[in-house]
């Protein structure tokens, strides 16, 4: 069965320092999401794209963070310069169509020293 | 803007005893509603949705979910709690109002007493 996978599983980093997490969604999507988890809160949405483009972004997606998606597989996260408070699980999701479950990759647990 | 509540941090049932996790949201178009499980140290999987069909709707490992309109719910039940079921459970919902991106729950932590 297709799945969404995530590379690194785990990435420490010290503070001021990029990162980029890595995601293959599933190859017959469209539509792709990353998330983000803090350790014991809510699953946050950080941003979707589609089409080559971001579709939509939320607070937390500022001028730190990036998406890509350089070739037709993989779908990556950039932190340009990184903070203690964003040490958290990352998840990326993909979907065929938009109103459809997304299907989650394991995460990458970052961490931020 | 849509939002999810999950009434209660943390539920506790004995092994054999009904599940009912608590669910309320608020859209202001027709949503569709889902419910994640997150095993301990495990990704987020799929339970079951609702996407505007059948307002019953039943899942994975023998759990089910009504949609009810009126009340703007979507609780998650299972019959038979078993030891297994330990997890945390998220609801969340979408709409295309908002790109379809999915908006979550805090999050319920149910704990199997055996």
């Known amino acids: 069965e297709p799945e969404v996978t995530q590379t690194p599983s785990h990435q420490v980093t010290q503070m001021g320092q990029e990162v980029i997490l890595r995601c293959v969604p599933i190859s017959n999507h469209l539509y792709f999401y990353w998330y983000r988890q803090i350790l014991g809160q809510k699953v946050e949405f950080l941003v979707s794209f589609y089409n080559n483009e971001i579709s939509e972004k939320s607070e937390i997606f500022d001028d730190q963070f990036s998406v890509e998606r350089p070739d037709g597989s993989n779908f990556t996260l950039k932190i340009r310069s990184t903070k203690l408070e964003d040490s958290a699980m990352y998840f990326c999701a993909s979907t065929a169509g938009g109103s459809r479950e997304q299907y989650f990759g394991p995460g990458t647990r970052l961490t931020v020293t | 803007a849509q939002s999810v509540t999950q009434l209660g941090s943390h539920v506790s049932v004995s092994e054999g005893a009904l599940v009912l996790l608590r669910c309320n949201y608020s859209?202001?178009?027709?949503?569709?509603l889902f419910w994640y499980v997150q095993y301990p140290n495990q990704g987020l999987q799929l339970l079951l949705k609702y996407t505007s069909a059948a307002t019953l709707v039943k899942g994975i490992n023998g759990f089910e979910a009504e949609f009810k309109k009126s009340e703007t719910s979507f609780h998650l039940t299972k019959p038979s709690a078993h030891m297994s079921d330990a997890a945390e459970y998220f609801c969340a919902v979408s709409d295309e109002d908002s790109n379809y991106q999915l908006i979550w729950g805090a999050g319920t932590k149910l704990i199997i007493k055996p």
């Open positions: 859209s202001s178009v027709p949503p569709y």
